[in-house]
């Protein structure tokens, strides 16, 4: 700013990140034209599924609005591109935030980041995606000199179509054959059921969101038993994006009729994030023998946002089921989505055992994790759910020498600290990498 004006630079890019229309007001391609007419502006919402133009963004993009005509997730007037808009956005957007050197900046920055957490091991959940064939050495060149593994697991969207076909299989299993010592793709597969909890876009069931508006879907029901019962047949475990609980009964739907066509032992069929579910679909989940890989940031940041928005107090303290699923039976891990929460499983696992809002406020106690539960759901739990239990995530005979070296004990500290436990660093595959 000058003199209280942006200055204008159109031979540049302004892009950030972060904004989220409940915290920060309505936003529209109008609006970031009256910041400026010349220069490029993209605000990116805090989900990462959506994103707002200005004029001169949807200029040098090249989209014009009967390129986007009739398209469900859409809105060119506002400059508005979400759920499934959001990679029309990306096919014109991908040459400009995937450069080479901004993308490999980003990349050590995460690296970074994610040795600072403690982790030894991490998981690319929707891998593939746009530029692949540029990105994947680069990735390959920073992760590969990385002091932790990577697991590679593909966007069934992202290998051709039909997702799941002969084709798309083909090139899945090209990628399973690469070589690498510190990223390996895996027979596994992401799918991708309703919209993004962070956006309140996931689908919810009856009474629906309290002002009215509706979910979306990111693959429609019968898409969704598709493609699942395609990679199904051809042996993959399958990890599903679930939010709302009327996605997350469709999700539940699938499984049921993938495990009565064709039955399978140890599936680990995995249930993404589960923002909002109920006691009864965490039976069914039991039953199934489903597993969850929870996201209990979400409790953190918007608990008590939509229990003034959307979801209203009832639902809103259920965010991340927690206890619930446990005593149905389902293993249960927690992630991060990073940047959708900090890449830090001590923080995760203090929401989990609190249920602290960014207030200080608790949301339905009796749906805390106890300590050990917590831990092990950022430890062994997670290693199972990626298939890794019996290489990584508790200190056995015959594992790999992998560990986190913290400066106190989480099993003495109050629970109340657990996410200030200083980390001295990690030991990957027997080798020290203090933290800097």
């Known amino acids: 700013l000058k003199d209280g004006v942006a200055k204008s ?77 959001l990679r029309v956005a990306m096919a014109k957007l991908a040459p400009i935030v995937l450069a080479p050197e901004k993308f490999r900046q980003g990349l050590e920055l995460t690296r970074k980041i994610v040795h600072n957490g403690g ?115 051809a042996g993959y475990q399958i990890h599903v994006h679930t939010n709302g609980d009327k996605g997350t009964d469709v999700v539940i739907d699938v499984l049921e009729t993938l495990l009565r066509e064709t039955p399978r032992q140890d599936h680990r069929f995995t249930l993404h994030h589960l923002g909002y579910a109920t006691a009864a679909q965490a039976k069914r989940l039991g039953e199934l023998n489903a597993y969850v890989s929870a996201q209990p940031y979400y409790l953190y940041t918007l608990g008590e946002k939509y229990s003034e928005i959307g979801l209203g ?20 891990s927690l992630h991060s989505d990073f940047t959708m929460a900090p890449a830090e499983p001590l923080k995760l696992a203090w929401v989990a055992a609190n249920r602290l809002t960014a207030s200080g406020k608790v949301l339905a106690p009796e749906l805390k994790l106890s300590r050990d539960q917590a831990l092990r759901a950022v430890t062994i739990e997670a290693a199972r759910a990626i298939q890794m239990e019996d290489q990584i995530g508790s200190i056995t005979p015959g594992k790999k020498a992998d560990f986190t070296i913290l400066n106190q004990d989480p099993y003495a500290v109050a629970i109340e600290n657990l996410h200030k436990i200083p980390i001295f660093g990690t030991v990957f595959e027997g080798d020290i990498y203090p933290i800097q």
């Open 119 to 233: 982790i030894t091991t991490i998981a690319d959940m929707a891998a593939g995606g746009f530029n692949f064939e540029e990105t994947w050495p680069i990735v390959s060149e920073v992760f590969g000199a990385a002091p932790f593994r990577t697991l590679m697991i593909a966007d069934s969207r992202s290998f051709g179509s039909p997702a799941g076909g002969a084709e798309s299989l083909k090139r899945m299993a090209r990628l399973q054959a690469l070589e690498n010592s510190k990223i390996r793709w895996v027979k596994q597969v992401k799918l991708f059921a309703d919209g993004a909890f962070y956006s309140q876009l996931m689908q919810m069931n009856p009474p629906g969101y309290l002002d009215g508006h509706e979910g979306e879907w990111l693959m429609e029901p019968e898409d969704l038993l598709q493609q699942a019962r395609r990679f199904w047949r």
């Open 313 to 332: 107090p009832d639902r809103a303290e259920k965010i991340f089921l927690g206890r619930e699923l446990l005593d149905a039976g389902v293993p249960i």
């Open 9 to 85: 630079n159109k031979d540049s890019w302004f892009l950030t990140w972060g904004y989220h229309q409940y915290f920060h007001g309505d936003m529209s391609r109008s609006f970031l034209d009256s910041i400026s007419i010349d220069q490029p502006i993209i605000v990116w919402h805090r989900s990462f599924h959506e994103l707002f133009a200005n004029t001169a963004a949807l200029r040098i993009m090249a989209i014009e609005s009967d390129h986007v005509a009739g398209h469900h997730h859409v809105d060119f007037n506002r400059g508005h591109f979400y759920e499934t808009g």
